[in-house]
């Protein structure tokens, strides 16, 4: 009850409620701040203004001074009664002001504060339970009577009635804290098997967190590295840019040269055949045949200067044009150096593939460069080799790879069936397993009708993605064990991406039937 009073003394007299902003008037009485105003403000209207408990009268409008310690005192209590304010569950006796409940009687279906409590404790023995206004939830629908028992048989609370003469009569029944003990300690066991669950997610929660602040750390370098690379790319192209331009001013300025040089001779000789022009018209207006006949012969040093010309006329030969193939093959050197450095850059290795005609079937043809196989229906003659496959249209790079990070491309023609990836030398010959998806030493990329398949000791992937273009990326990490293959459309997309632990050097293997053809692109 001492709450109930405590409570009774910290509301104000005019909105029944807590103290909210509390002042004081004059007279020692506290109200809220807004009532106060409110009936002062009415009292204003009237001409007069008094306290609103004792009636004292204030000739003016009285001054309102802040209760700091009693709003101090309001907070605490309010703090010290979180159930009223989250339940709004009081006390059924206290009529005067709400009190908080502490207990409900079921049978009564009452609640009751502290001191009414002690009150009903000493004149019955009921049930008592939590604070609650929801009674229907403790007493069974069917006899309006209190919830005692639990029958585990249909998983349900019930009352005496259901027992004795109810649908669970001569079920085995417990008690409800009974039953609720026996629950809890289930729940116990189970939080007990969902801890280590529990760790085990998170272990896994800061693994991923940290794969990802790696892969995050990862792709950061691998921007910085790309930025980089591509400022040296571009430096290198400047440079390359300069080398072409400056070749193609060395050879102007030298033909230029040889041009001006003949031009100037040639005006030269101009100069001179105009003189000896004009001597001979002097010579034609000579009327005196003495002295024309006298003058020295003129027309013998005209035929030696036109000697001097060459008889060319001034022409340049076609020796002296620019030479185009010198400033291509300029270009082109440098391109190469550049890619060759990006490869370096990037640790990756650009093979110059070569296929074995001493490993091809009968009926694939090699071409002569050694870089395109094409399956044929008629069966070629070839020597007798031991490592030639014998019942399987495949063939074999001469040379195999046994550590590094390489790189290659290969075009499929789009026609039959095709098989590309990586294979050990000792692949059987003859037989099923020489097939290059049916043995253990081999991992082929099959493309045929519209689809491809991924193949491994007899084992395959189907996969949904539909070939778009018939170039392919082949990447081999040798000490990683990891080999991927790729489309090399826009964007190029991965296909898929074998692991393993290689123990043998690994060849390029081609398989191609009905008419396919596959070529490595240089």
């Known amino acids: 009850m001492a709450s109930a009073e405590l409570r009774d003394e910290l509301n104000c007299s005019i909105c029944l409620s807590l103290y909210t902003d509390p002042v004081s008037l004059r007279c020692g009485h506290n109200f809220c701040r807004s009532c106060i105003l409110s009936v002062l403000d009415a009292q204003e209207a009237a001409g007069g203004y008094s306290c609103p408990d004792c009636r004292a009268e204030y000739p003016e409008r009285p001054a309102l001074e802040e209760n700091r310690k009693l709003r101090n005192i309001v907070e605490r209590f309010s703090s010290t009664q979180p159930d009223m304010e989250e339940t709004r569950i009081f006390c059924t006796y206290c009529t005067k002001s709400p009190v908080p409940a502490v207990r409900t009687c079921l049978q009564c279906e009452t609640s009751m504060c502290e001191e009414h409590l002690a009150a009903h404790n000493k004149s019955v023995n009921h049930n008592l339970i939590e604070p609650t206004v929801s009674f229907m939830d403790q007493k069974c629908s069917s006899h309006n009577e209190i919830l005692k028992y639990y029958c585990p048989i249909d998983a349900a609370c019930i009352c005496v009635s259901c027992w004795v003469a109810g649908d ?19 729940l116990r ?3 007990d098997d969902l801890n280590p669950q529990k760790r085990k997610t998170q272990t896994r929660v800061q693994n991923l967190q940290d794969h990802k602040r790696k892969i995050q750390e990862k792709a950061s370098d691998k921007r910085k590295n790309i930025s980089k690379i591509f400022i040296d790319i571009k430096k290198q192209l400047k440079m390359a840019e300069k080398k072409a331009l400056s070749e ?25 055949l105009s003189r000896k022009m004009r001597h001979v018209e002097e010579m034609c207006r000579v009327t005196n045949p003495i002295r024309l006949l006298q003058e020295s012969d003129i027309t013998v040093c005209s035929h030696r200067g036109d000697e001097d010309t060459g008889g060319d ?12 193939v010198l400033i291509s093959l300029t270009l082109h050197r440098s391109m190469r150096d550049i890619v060759t450095n990006v490869t370096s850059e990037l640790g990756v290795h650009v093979p110059d593939i070569l296929l074995d005609v001493d490993t091809a079937n009968d009926y694939l043809k090699i071409s002569e460069d050694l870089k395109t196989a094409r399956d044929l229906e008629e069966e070629q003659e070839k020597s007798e080799s031991s490592r030639r496959f014998l019942d399987y249209s495949q063939v074999l790079s001469r040379c195999g790879f046994s550590s590094g990070r390489h790189y290659w491309e290969v075009e499929w023609d789009q026609i039959g069936v095709c098989g590309i990836g990586l294979s050990y030398p000792s692949i059987e010959r003859e037989g099923d397993e020489s097939d290059i998806i049916y043995n253990d030493k081999s991992w082929c990329l099959l493309m045929y009708d519209g689809r491809y398949n991924v193949w491994h000791n007899s084992v395959r992937l189907t996969f949904s993605i539909k070939p778009t273009c018939p170039t392919l990326g082949v990447f081999l990490d040798y000490e990683a064990g990891r080999l991927s293959f790729y489309e090399l459309c826009d964007p190029i997309r991965h296909l898929h991406t074998f692991t393993a632990s290689f123990t043998e050097p690994l060849h390029v293997i081609f398989y191609v039937n009905d008419g396919a053809s596959v070529t490595i692109r240089s």
């Not at 669970?168 to 289930?186: N, R």
């Open 168 to 186: 669970h009569k001569g079920h085995d029944v417990e008690l409800l804290d009974l039953a609720s003990e026996k629950k809890k300690e289930k």
């Open 248 to 272: 193609v001013s060395r050879q102007e300025e030298k033909i230029v040269s040889q041009i001006s040089h003949l031009i100037k001779k040639l005006e030269i000789q101009g100069d001179e």
């Open 189 to 191: 066991k189970y939080f």
């Open 313 to 324: 006329g001034g022409e340049v030969s076609s020796e002296e044009d620019l030479d185009e």
